[in-house]
């Protein structure tokens, strides 16, 4: 298991769900993980299952949304591994509502978290990959970046909003950045169980499969954070190294 041998990987939002998921994969593919998340207690217990497990990895708290935390987070990981190779944006938050019973300070923290954040990685990581010679950036957007929605979702102006803007930011960075050997893509999950269920009042992943059986034709109607992590693997690999301002969808068929 060898296709990140090496390479440094900065994952936001690692401590749990599919960040989680994609640290533990991409360790046991070899690479060397920095897992960051704003919760520090999920961040070690995160980190603790991939060095038990026998891979190479620091934890640093991160909030997507400060310039100074991303200026730690990459100093801590240049001087833990030297380099940087992959950037993966993760980390997102959502609140679930309408464009008329959004309010204003929730409309800015979920475009802080999931549009800013993916934003000021980029800005604060891209010097180090171009240093390098290059490196992926894979962005997770959602299916709401490529739909507005389905009646099954719920509903969220903002979070769609975002995770829009996340597709035509990684297109951008890619256009401007490819002849620095920098790749850019992005990858749109659909329902996938992770604690943002359980969060928002769906307990288990069999509650939420019989919520999206309607709408997903594949069973058993949602995902795993594993069937994301194997998608930002290939994205963040050599695999992929002719791919650039592609989107992966990976929903189950949910928007076929
Ligand atoms: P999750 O809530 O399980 O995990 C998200 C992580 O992000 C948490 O560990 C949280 O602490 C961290 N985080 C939140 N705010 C942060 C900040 N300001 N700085 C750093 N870290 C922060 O969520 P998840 O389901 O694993 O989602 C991961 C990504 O996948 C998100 O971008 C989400 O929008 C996207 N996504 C998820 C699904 C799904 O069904 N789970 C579907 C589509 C897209």
Not at 35 to 55: F, N, Q, R, T
Not at 101 to 112: A, I, K, S, Y
């Amino acid at each position: 298991m060898t296709r990140l041998s090496g390479k440094v990987a900065i994952i936001t939002g690692a401590a749990k769900g599919l960040g989680l998921a994609a640290a533990q994969l991409f360790a046991a593919e070899g690479g060397r993980i920095v897992l960051c998340d704003i919760s520090e207690p999920d961040l070690a217990e995160a980190v603790d299952s991939i060095k038990a497990a026998g891979g190479d990895a620091i934890a640093v708290r991160l909030d997507v949304t400060s310039e100074d935390s991303w200026n730690h987070a990459v100093t801590r990981t240049l001087e833990a591994y030297g380099s940087i190779d992959i950037l993966v944006n993760n980390a997102g938050i959502i609140i679930t509502k309408g464009v008329l019973e959004t309010e204003l300070d929730e409309w800015n923290r979920v475009l802080g978290v999931d549009i800013t954040g993916v934003w000021l990685g980029a800005k604060h990581v891209i010097p180090h990959l171009k240093a390098g010679g290059g490196g992926s950036i894979v962005n997770v957007s959602s299916v709401a970046g490529i739909v507005g929605g389905f009646a099954g979702d719920g509903g969220s102006a903002a979070y769609s909003a975002s995770k829009g803007a996340v597709r035509s930011l990684t297109k951008h960075i890619a256009q401007w950045f490819a002849g620095d050997n920098i790749r850019s893509n992005s990858v749109h999950p659909g329902p996938i169980f992770t604690p943002m269920f359980v969060l928002n009042g769906i307990p288990t992943r069999e509650a939420a499969g019989e919520i999206f059986r309607g709408y997903v034709p594949l069973p058993p109607h949602v995902g795993e954070p594993q069937d994301i992590a194997y998608a930002l693997l290939y994205l963040a690999s050599d695999e992929s190294k002719f791919v650039t301002g592609e989107e992966l969808i990976v929903d189950g068929g949910l928007v076929s």
